[in-house]
């Protein structure tokens, strides 16, 4: 199989139903649907990056409003960079999906952003919403997980919840090697449950442009 099609990196049959999930109930889960041996590599790169202490600790809010709360988040992050080859394999995947999406959607993703996550054990990240109605350019949520052998005894899932009613959960997603989600970004509270053992992901999201005028919406 070439290599060098993006989308030879992900499971296109499951791409449909990724579409049409998106349509009926607003997210997605695809386990395996990333190929495992570039997940192997951002892993690699991960723990790389962790060895060089070039992860930083994670906040929330934009600009001004940016602060650390590790009661609310506990995990570390670098964004993508596009400084290796396994990044620009995975971001030329996000792109073919974003494509892909606007055919099927209508959604006008114009761009990606992400970062690695690394939750080290105890960290978790409080039930939140990753956009606002009306206050933010953030569409479409994505995460792809990084853990081999992944347990239950671990924990870390990622739990859903109704849109309509938050305080009930829909799904509890094991964060497994190749597993990628993705959901309307202001739609679907979640949050990441407490683990045990060293938990690493790509978050992301794809943007619609809320550039105005003469300001730019910074890309993070």
């Known amino acids: 199989m070439s290599r060098h099609d993006p989308a030879d990196y992900l499971d296109k049959a499951a ?7 998106l349509v009926a109930q607003g997210w997605f889960v695809g386990e395996r649907f990333i190929d495992t041996a570039l ?36 995990d570390a992050i670098h964004w ?4 290796s080859r396994a990044q620009r394999q995975y971001l030329a995947v996000m792109t073919f999906l974003k494509q892909a999406i606007n055919r099927a959607l209508y959604l006008g993703l114009f ?3 992400a970062h690695f996550a690394l939750y080290p054990p105890g960290a978790f990240y ?15 949520s994505t995460v792809l997980y990084l853990n081999s052998a992944w347990t239950t005894s671990h924990g870390g899932e990622m739990a859903l919840f109704d849109p309509d ?3 009930r959960e829909i799904a509890r997603i094991r964060p497994e090697l190749g597993t990628f989600v993705c959901f309307l970004a202001d739609r679907l509270p979640h949050e990441v449950l407490p ?8 978050a992301g999201w794809f943007r619609r442009n809320a550039s105005l005028g003469g300001t730019v919406d910074p890309a993070r």
């Open 111 to 113: 761009e990606f952003e």
């Open 39 to 74: 997940c192997h590599s951002l892993q690699a790169e991960l723990q790389t990056l962790k060895t060089q202490s070039q992860l930083d600790e994670a906040g929330i809010g934009r600009g001004q409003a940016h602060r650390i709360k590790r009661d609310v988040r506990g």
């Open 126 to 140: 409080k039930k939140h919403l990753d956009s606002f109605r009306g206050r933010s350019n953030r569409i479409v």
């Open 80 to 83: 993508l960079d596009r400084e």
């Open 165 to 167: 009613d938050p305080d």
């Open 15 to 21: 791409l449909p139903r990724l579409l049409d999930a």
């Open 195 to 202: 683990t045990q053992a060293p938990r690493t992901s790509i």
